[in-house]
């Protein structure tokens, strides 16, 4: 057998190339094939809206009225004909009605300076202009002293100028988040159109791994992986987890579960066992299912050996077990590709700028990425970022500690002090 150790670098193949298992693909071109593979789910839901927070809009939205429905008061003060206070003050008014928000105004005003007590949200009576702010008015029993002439509009909210009926409201694609809730209950909509739940199956390989609760035997582990990717996707209200627990280091048995997550879910994560190794069953097993893997290895640290493939219309993400790696793996390359199944218009992770406040050497050829805490700004006001652990792939510390993944490009040799880099927030 050849023994790698004693080689020299340039006779060992470089990070680009087809390897015995299968070509090292660049990150960038891994996480465009998994995002252009993921098809938004088919099904479709309407759900009242007090069960859509997160869901994604399946059709696009309009704007059922004009909001606000109708010209009302900003402020609590007096509607004037702003006609009646022309020249130069001050003008004495008489308070004729009183009109609260949920009233409806009377009569049409006539010349002949009467002002109506308008509460905010009350409709402006009609003929009405302008709105003065009470703090500006003074009350001397049934009229007004104003001193400023009004502007014509002020302290009005006109009838559609938040929104217009038949303006859109949402696209098709946009996350129902509390404010766009908000948008589409202003306009009365009591139920939305929404894409179905993306069905993600989870499973963890090893024979090492016993689940948090259980004893702990000689040579095994908690599985920390289960939960991690669990509790992501608990955060997703677009995604339904069906988990199917440890399954062992048996091509078999990896088979069966395989099969069985296919005929029951959209995405299938399994972490664990995703190598080349003789204990590593995970990319026979796909094949054995006649699944077939279009991502085999990828040029990124952590998580080189994932893989990505399908098996019948079930997406695989095959992530490797050492928590970091399948951490990263998933957040980087599995998370965009479901949410694109969410149907989400946006599913690519949003990048911010940040400047290095360490340094590290890293491999030319690979993206790495790297765990990081922000320890403050520099002087255009960038989160400067300082690295956590030493990058082994096996640290749950240093992830648990970090708010971002900094991405260090290929190109990229090593990081110094004040280096630009961009980092995707985890916390
Ligand atoms: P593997 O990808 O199966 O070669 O595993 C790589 C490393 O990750 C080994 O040290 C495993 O014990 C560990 N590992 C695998 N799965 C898990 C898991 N679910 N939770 C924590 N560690 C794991
Ligand atoms: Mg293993």
Redesign the pocket.
């Known amino acids: 057998m050849r023994n790698e150790a004693l080689l020299a670098p340039s006779q060992l193949a470089p990070a680009c190339e087809a390897g015995p298992e299968g070509e090292v693909i660049p990150f960038d071109v891994a996480s465009a094939k998994a995002l252009a593979v993921a098809a938004p789910v088919s099904r479709r839901e309407r759900l009242s809206i007090f069960e859509a927070t997160g869901r994604i809009l399946s059709a696009t939205v309009r704007s059922a009225i004009d909001l606000p429905p109708f010209d009302n008061s900003a402020m609590d003060g007096y509607a004037v004909r702003s006609a009646d206070l022309q020249g130069s003050g001050p003008w004495v008014l008489k308070v004729g009605q009183r009109v609260a928000a949920g009233e409806t105004a009377h009569g049409v005003a006539q010349p002949g300076g009467v002002a109506v007590r308008i509460l905010t949200g009350a409709p402006i009576p009609k003929g009405f202009d302008s709105v003065l702010m009470q703090e500006r008015c003074e009350r001397r029993d049934d009229h007004i002293i104003v001193t400023d002439a009004p502007r014509v509009g002020q302290n009005i909210r006109r009838a559609g100028e938040d929104i217009e009926s038949g303006q859109v409201a949402a696209e098709t694609g946009a996350e129902l988040t509390p404010q766009l809730l908000a948008l589409l209950a202003g306009q009365g909509r009591a139920y939305v159109d929404v894409i179905g739940k993306v069905r993600v199956g989870i499973l963890?390989?090893?024979n090492?791994?016993r689940d948090p609760g259980e004893a702990l035997g000689s040579g095994q582990?908690?599985?920390?992986?289960?939960i991690a990717i669990r509790a992501a996707l608990a955060r997703c209200a677009w995604a339904d987890v069906i988990d199917f627990g440890i399954v062992r280091d048996r091509r078999d048995l990896l088979v069966d579960a395989i099969g069985e997550a296919a005929g029951k879910c959209d995405a299938l994560i399994t972490?664990?066992?995703?190598?080349a190794?003789e204990?590593?069953h995970v990319a026979a097993a796909i094949t054995a299912c006649g699944g077939e893997l279009d991502v085999l290895k990828v040029a990124m640290r952590p998580g080189k050996?994932v893989k990505i493939g399908f098996v019948g219309s079930t997406l695989l993400a095959a992530l490797?077990?050492?928590?970091n790696a399948?951490f990263v793996t998933f957040r980087q390359i599995a998370f965009p590709a479901l949410r694109a199944m969410a149907g989400l218009a946006s599913p690519k992770l949003e990048w911010h700028p940040g400047v290095a406040g360490f340094s590290y050497e890293k491999r030319l050829g690979h993206t790495e990425f790297v765990p990081v805490e922000v320890v403050g700004s520099d002087n255009c006001g960038r989160p400067v970022l300082s690295m956590l652990g030493k990058g082994s792939s096996?640290s749950l510390r240093a992830m648990s500690l970090a708010q971002g993944i900094a991405r260090l490009p290929p190109g990229t040799p090593s990081v110094s002090p004040g280096d630009s880099l961009q980092f995707d927030r985890i916390a």
């Open positions: 963890s390989t090893g090492e791994l582990i908690y599985n920390s992986n289960r972490t664990g066992g995703a190598s190794g204990e590593d050996p490797p077990g050492n928590p399948a096996a």
